[in-house]
């Protein structure tokens, strides 16, 4: 009995906490359909109206489908890159012996401490060197490379048996042989888990497109959404109607797998070593 009164605690908090996640997004769906003198009344009602057509207005403001697809390709290439680079490095770290591969791990790390607005100045001095200001590269090339994708992976390769390196050397196995044939297929729960990582941090991505793009072509949909800020006035109601429809793909890609990321993460072998 007390532990079934055990259960029914930890699922009313449970939902208590996913409640509380869900509140804001409820609340930009109630201002989305509100009129405009509701938007600002106190106490704020939480009913929804049928207002619907301000997403259509919504809509129709920008051209969201080239936003929609702007962000899909760099968010892609970036996850190609990344993870490219983060197989490579966590790889090396695990299999490969060389002196002072701790101490290179250890700084990996390090980065994970430093804040991401360190960042912002000494990347746009080194990509307007390159002139690849207000192209997609200069939203792609500075996160090309994933320190929470190095350290989830390096954990994964190194509690794989040793046996399965040996039995790869005995049969003429090198180590990008090895690492193809026999590594990846092995993690790929933690690479769904990194690409999904890399995936939202992109789609999320707003104050490193809005310093180094000025043209409509190249932007991504978070600064679409910056273009409802207007110095005057700002429209609350098209804003949360627009915020709505460009979280949505989010939100339904991490339903979908969601199952993966508790494998990727959770899984014993991924967490070893």
Same mark, same amino acid.
């Given at each position: 009995?007390?532990? +079934?009164?055990?259960r029914?605690?930890?699922?009313l908090? =449970?939902?208590?906490?996913?409640l509380?996640?869900?509140? *804001?997004?409820?609340? &930009?769906?109630?201002?989305? +359909?509100? !009129?405009?003198?509701?938007?600002?009344?106190? #106490?704020p009602?939480? /009913?929804?109206?049928?207002?619907?057509?301000?997403y259509?207005r919504?809509? $129709?403001?920008? *051209?969201?489908m080239m936003?929609?697809?702007? /962000?899909?390709?760099?968010?892609?290439?970036?996850i190609?890159?990344?993870l490219?680079?983060s197989?490579?490095?966590?790889?090396?770290l695990?299999?490969?012996?060389?002196?002072?591969?701790?101490?290179?791990?250890?700084l990996?790390l390090?980065?994970?401490?430093?804040?991401?607005?360190?960042?912002l100045? *000494?990347n746009?001095?080194? +990509?307007?060197?390159?002139?690849l200001i207000d192209?997609?590269?200069?939203?792609?090339? %500075?996160?090309?490379? =994933?320190v929470?994708g190095?350290?989830l992976?390096?954990q994964?390769?190194?509690?794989? *048996?040793?046996?399965?390196?040996? &039995?790869?050397?005995?049969?003429?196995?090198?180590?990008l042989r090895y690492?193809?044939s026999?590594a990846? #297929?092995?993690?790929? #729960?933690i690479?769904f888990?990194?690409?999904?990582?890399?995936f939202?941090?992109?789609w $999320? =991505?707003?104050?490193?497109?809005l310093?180094? /793009?000025? =043209?409509? $072509?190249?932007?991504p949909v978070?600064? &679409?959404?910056?273009?409802?800020?207007d $110095?005057?006035?700002v429209?609350?109601?098209?804003?949360?109607?627009?915020?709505l429809? !460009?979280?949505? %793909?989010?939100?339904?890609?991490?339903?979908?797998?969601?199952?993966?990321?508790i494998?990727?993460? &959770?899984?014993?072998e991924?967490?070893?070593?």
């Amino acid at each position: 009995m007390v532990r +079934l009164g055990r259960r029914y605690v930890r699922a009313l908090i =449970s939902l208590g906490i996913g409640l509380s996640f869900l509140f *804001p997004l409820y609340i &930009a769906l109630v201002t989305s +359909l509100d !009129t405009k003198a509701d938007v600002f009344q106190f #106490p704020p009602h939480l /009913t929804l109206d049928g207002r619907i057509g301000v997403y259509v207005r919504a809509w $129709n403001m920008f *051209p969201w489908m080239m936003y929609f697809g702007n /962000t899909l390709f760099i968010a892609f290439v970036t996850i190609v890159i990344a993870l490219s680079t983060s197989v490579l490095a966590a790889y090396a770290l695990s299999f490969i012996e060389f002196r002072g591969r701790e101490w290179v791990f250890s700084l990996i790390l390090v980065v994970l401490m430093i804040p991401s607005e360190a960042h912002l100045i *000494p990347n746009f001095v080194i +990509l307007a060197m390159m002139n690849l200001i207000d192209t997609y590269w200069a939203q792609i090339l %500075p996160y090309g490379a =994933s320190v929470f994708g190095i350290f989830l992976l390096r954990q994964f390769f190194l509690s794989l *048996p040793k046996d399965y390196w040996d &039995a790869a050397r005995i049969d003429g196995c090198g180590h990008l042989r090895y690492l193809w044939s026999v590594a990846l #297929p092995l993690s790929r #729960p933690i690479l769904f888990t990194v690409s999904l990582y890399i995936f939202i941090g992109s789609w $999320n =991505s707003l104050m490193w497109p809005l310093m180094v /793009t000025q =043209s409509h $072509n190249v932007q991504p949909v978070e600064v &679409a959404l910056a273009h409802f800020l207007d $110095n005057n006035s700002v429209d609350w109601r098209r804003l949360s109607a627009a915020s709505l429809f !460009t979280t949505m %793909p989010v939100i339904l890609l991490f339903l979908l797998l969601q199952r993966y990321i508790i494998r990727g993460i &959770a899984r014993g072998e991924g967490i070893q070593g």
